[in-house]
């Protein structure tokens, strides 16, 4: 056993895994990518913090030998076997998802170009519980936190349970408040996004379209809000665009023409340095009144900036209604859709995408705004609560493939459900119609669309061959995913994940009750909720067991059926002397007193209308299955007490089925 193994094992606890099935790589929102033996070293200083380590560039990956043969390998039903699904619960699974995916399409082609549903037109419906980032962000790598649950137990003492209510002070010790493990959330970046212009729009629209601009000036307000949090200054560099006056200006073929007409000198200024020369792009600003810049201008803050996103806005009647006759409240702004494109950019970086803007098409006029831009300075008011999830890619992540799960689904019939959303849905993905897709994802998930929408906005097609990837093999590219479910987002968002995140089937009083196994693991994963241990999986186990089977330190949980609650988060900071200090923070909706508008984030479009199940015609790829069954029994492998053992799945015989012949460690 080499040392580097050992090493391995003392720092992750997970020798076994590593060596025969498992090994896939949380990850880490930290933006730098370490070698294999540089990411022991690093891990070795973090590890009393459990900083969650989750980077595609450095993965503990599942390719071993037997993953391996499963991507190329087809799920075939078979009537006698202990994992594998039958031929009629395939079929099942098939047509019902079949069915689903269609009805979104139907719909989808129902309505007009660039519809966004009801409630789908403010990114608040992504910020139920979401914290801020601390108002004095340290100067650091990597910030790390907790989430603060409280999980039930009934086996306690009346007085400890009562706690909470008689004690509303955060202060006070609960023994039912548990956090969840530390995660890290990088606060810098190796090197600078660099975005493309691409030859034409984004979706095929006519009107006025400045979504390049918006999305620059978006990601300047992030980047400068973030230092101001720093108390860093800002500077303008000494590589600007030289505006030209249009008296006597005689544009060229290809030429990339910015009109800003009378625009201040500000706005004039801060788009000359926005779209300086070597990011990507060449653009020419034409202007009707001669500007000269001052040699020591200040650029703007955050604040200043968002009166000249304003400016420029109504300068081109960008947050107006389409000029169509549609309701302007089924239509996405375009300073809404750069606001979220800026937002995804880091997930963006994390994936190697780079942005493909569409060419912009502006033309500056004094028309008065028939629509209020006051919705700008909102976003920027409440830009730390936006900046915790753009930073964290691996959050960013749960929630974008989180639109392919599905309640009620097993773990064994993913490849069913996954192989019939790509029957429907790869007509639209060859033919590039991401707008279409846009459409889909948003009638499915609401929440969940709006950044799907934004993901598309930024241009590069490879996404699409990451939709199939993930639904082909369950990870969006080879060596590595972001698509682990994660209860702490799900709980900010309002938007599920996971079975984790869904309530007990039920309770079970008697001795001879059978408990769902679905239960059981979320009984197990209460129990354990501070350890460190990322989902790789979401998808719900099959099968029942009796109570009797279930370890005891579970039975008080399951005779109650209480749930979960999410409470607060915390930030871990250090005073001037060092010493740590904890910054709780309750989120959005609790910080501004009112209710945000209630979106019902269910799936849609699901009835009890009867499946007649049929005969699919498709190749389903076994890879979704193996590798969601996979990673369930091996969650289940973990008994509340923190012991390891396959029998702890309590299924009898599955040490000997060919989907575990690697696991004999465990």
Known sequence: MSTNRIHRWILTG???????????????????????????????????EHIEQRSPDN??????????????????????DLLRPTTDQINYTFSRGERLWRTYIAHANSVPPRYIPEGCLDPYILMQNMPPLPQDLPRQRIITGQALWHVPHPELPKSCQQKTETSPDDDAWNPEDVYNFKKGFALSIDKPTACRIASGPCHNDERPNSMAILTLCWGYMFCVRFLEMQKRPIRYSSTRLTPVYSNGFKPQLG??????????????????????????????????????FLPDERPPSSKKAADLLIEFC?????????????????????????????????FYNELDLQPQLPMPRVSASLRAQSRPLDYIRDYVADMPYFMTLSISPASMGSIIWSIF???????????????????????????????????????????????????????????????VSYLESHEERWGGSFAGPDIDVAAWTGSPQSFFDESFVGSYQD????????????????????????IRSGWQPFGRVTKKQIEPDLWHALESGSP????????WLKDKDDHMIAEVQHGLRY?????????????????????????????????????????????????????????????EGIRKHPWFADSRGI
């Open 314 to 346: 109504a300068l081109n009647d960008d947050g107006s209604p389409a000029a169509n006759g549609e309701s302007s409240y089924d239509t996405l702004q375009q300073p809404t859709a750069g606001f979220l494109a800026a937002l995804a950019l880091p």
């Open 405 to 467: 799960w599905e309640p009620g689904v097993e773990c064994n019939l993913v490849s069913a459900w996954f192989g019939s959303i790509l029957e429907v849905i790869r007509p639209i993905i060859k033919a590039g119609n991401v707008e279409m897709l846009a459409k889909i994802f948003t009638l499915r998930r609401k929440r969940v669309g709006l950044l799907w929408r934004a993901i598309f906005d930024l241009g590069n097609v490879k996404i699409l061959d990451m939709i």
């Open 14 to 48: 997970k020798h076994v895994f590593e060596t025969s099935v498992d090994g896939k790589a949380t990850g880490s929102t930290v933006a730098t990518e370490p070698t294999e033996d540089a990411a022991l070293e690093e891990g070795a200083s973090v590890l009393s």
């Open 511 to 534: 001795i001879t009750s059978q408990v769902p196994r679905s239960d059981l693991l979320r009984h197990r994963f209460n129990f354990r909720l501070g350890d460190l241990n990322y």
């Open 591 to 651: 910080d501004k007193a009112e209710d945000l508008k209630y979106v019902d984030d269910e799936l849609l479009f699901e009835n009890n209308q009867v499946v007649e199940p049929s005969r699919h015609s498709c190749s389903l790829k076994l890879a979704p299955s193996f590798e969601a069954t996979w990673s369930t029994m091996h969650y289940g492998a973990t008994e509340a007490s923190g012991d390891k053992s396959l029998e702890a799945t309590l299924m």
């Open 59 to 80: 993965p503990v990956s599942t390719n071993t030998s037997s993953q391996g043969e499963s991507r190329n390998e087809l799920l075939i039903g078979c009537d006698n």
């Open 255 to 292: 030429d990339n023409i910015l009109y800003l007409g009378s625009a201040s000198t500000d706005l004039v200024r801060w788009l000359c340095a926005l779209l300086a020369p070597g990011l990507g792009w060449t653009f020419i600003i034409v202007t009707d009144i001669p500007v000269n």
């Open 564 to 571: 979960r609650e999410y409470k607060h988060r915390v930030w």
